[in-house]
C-alpha cells in the first residue's frame, strides 16, 4: 500500500481521487467480500456497488453490500481531510442504481478538521472476534458514539445491562440456528472461509476467527458439509452475553440512501472507537433474518435496525485481513464496456 509520502499533491484532482481510494478499501465488509468499485471520469470518480460480490443468501437485498459501500465512502471523506483535499459527494436516491455516490474534489466545499482526526485510526481499525473485557464501556461512552451516528441521521442504541443484553444475545443465537440450518448459506458462507496461509485478498482467512492452522484448512468443507447451528449459536450467545455492550444502529426508512449513510456512520464509530482504544465486531445475525429483524425493531423500539455490533476493550489483538489493492477495485469510465456515459443523476 502506498505511504502518505505518495500522496501526488501536484498532481491532478483525478490522480488525487485515485489515491485516496487505497484508504477507502481499508473499511470492513460483509464476509470481507470488499463490493465496491471505484469508476473514474474526466477529473471525479463514482463509488459502484459491486453486486457481483453480493451474497445473495444471507444479504439478498444487497443492504449489507450497500452499507460496505457506505463505510468505504467514509474512509475515503477522512483520507481527504487529512490530505486537505476538499470534496463535493453527490448521492444517489435511486434504489435500483449501482451507482451510489459521485465524488469530485471542489474547492468551496471546506475543510473537514474533525474527519482529519480519524485519519490514523484507518489502518489499525480491525474486527476484533476475541472476548473484551468486563465494564469497558461506559454510559458516557455511548452517548458520545450514539451523537456521532446522529450526526449522519443514523440512531444508536447501547445496550450494557445483563437483561438487555440477555435478550439481544437470544436473537443472536436464534438466527445462528436458523442460518445455518439452512445448505444454500452454509455453502455460500463456506466460499468466503480461507485457510491461514492463502493468498486471497479478500474473505475470512482461519485466523479472524480464532482457528489454528489445522482448523483453517477443514472449517471450510465442516461448514459447507455440517449443521453447526447449535454450537455457533452457543458460542454466540456467550459473546453477546458477556460484551459490555451491544449497539443497534437503525434508520427511519429503508432504502439505498439510508444503507449509505448507515455505513458511514459505523465507519465513523468504528475509527472513533479505536482512536479510543475499543474493538468491536459484529453480530448481524438477527438483522439478516426477516422474522428476526422485525422482533429485533420490536424489542429495542427501532423502526429499521441496520447493524448489530458489540463493542469493548479488546482481551487480546487481532490480526487484519487482507484487502484487493486500489488498482483492483478502480477503473476507467471508458475501459468499462457496461458503464453508461457519465451523466450525473
Not at 477529473?43 to 444471507?58: C, E, Q, Y
Not at 444487497?62 to 463535493?88: K, M, Q, T, W, Y
Not at 480491525?126 to 451523537?147: C, I, K, M, W
Not at 458489540?310 to 485481513?321: C, D, F, I, Y
Request: net charge negative; glycine share 6%; with cysteine.
Amino acid at each position: 500500500m502506498p505511504t502518505e509520502a505518495d500522496f501526488p499533491a501536484n498532481g491532478s484532482d483525478l490522480e488525487k481521487l485515485r489515491f485516496l481510494v487505497n484508504y477507502a478499501v481499508l473499511a470492513p465488509s460483509s464476509h470481507n467480500s470488499q463490493p465496491w468499485l471505484f469508476i473514474t471520469h474526466d477529473n471525479r470518480i463514482s463509488l459502484h456497488a459491486d453486486r457481483t460480490r453480493g451474497l445473495p443468501v444471507a444479504d439478498p437485498h444487497d443492504r449489507e453490500l450497500v452499507i460496505s459501500c457506505g463505510s468505504a465512502l467514509f474512509n475515503l471523506r477522512v483520507a481527504a481531510a487529512h490530505f486537505g483535499v476538499p470534496l463535493s459527494i453527490e448521492r444517489n436516491p435511486d434504489d435500483h442504481e449501482d451507482r451510489l455516490v459521485n465524488i469530485a474534489i471542489d474547492p468551496k466545499a471546506g475543510s473537514h478538521d474533525t474527519l482529519a482526526a480519524l485519519f490514523e485510526a484507518i489502518p489499525r481499525r480491525v474486527t476484533n472476534r476475541f472476548p473484551y473485557q468486563p465494564g469497558s464501556v461506559s454510559a458516557a461512552d455511548l452517548h458520545a458514539f450514539a451523537e456521532l451516528c446522529a450526526s449522519h441521521a443514523v440512531s444508536l442504541r447501547g445496550y450494557s445491562d445483563d437483561a438487555s443484553r440477555h435478550a439481544i444475545a437470544e436473537r443472536v443465537a436464534e438466527a445462528d440456528k436458523q442460518q445455518l440450518a439452512s445448505d444454500a448459506f452454509r455453502r455460500e458462507l463456506a466460499g468466503w472461509l480461507h485457510h491461514n496461509r492463502t493468498g486471497s485478498l479478500d474473505g475470512m482467512p482461519g485466523y479472524a476467527l480464532g482457528f489454528g492452522d489445522l482448523m483453517s484448512l477443514v472449517a471450510p468443507l465442516v461448514v459447507r458439509t455440517f449443521d453447526i447451528g447449535e454450537g455457533v449459536a452457543a458460542r454466540d450467545r456467550d459473546l453477546a452475553e458477556h460484551s459490555p455492550a451491544l449497539c443497534v444502529l437503525s434508520t427511519s426508512a429503508d432504502h439505498h440512501d439510508d444503507w449509505i449513510r448507515t455505513g458511514e456512520a459505523l465507519q465513523h464509530l468504528l475509527l472513533e472507537a479505536t482512536r479510543r482504544g475499543f474493538a468491536a465486531s459484529f453480530l448481524n445475525q438477527p438483522v439478516e433474518v426477516d422474522r428476526l429483524r422485525l422482533d429485533l425493531a420490536q424489542h429495542v423500539g427501532a423502526r429499521f435496525p441496520q447493524v448489530l455490533l458489540r463493542l469493548g476493550k479488546p482481551t487480546r489483538e487481532a490480526k487484519a485481513t487482507a484487502r484487493r489493492p486500489a488498482d483492483a477495485v478502480t477503473i476507467d469510465a471508458g475501459l468499462h464496456e457496461n458503464y453508461r456515459a457519465f451523466q450525473g443523476f
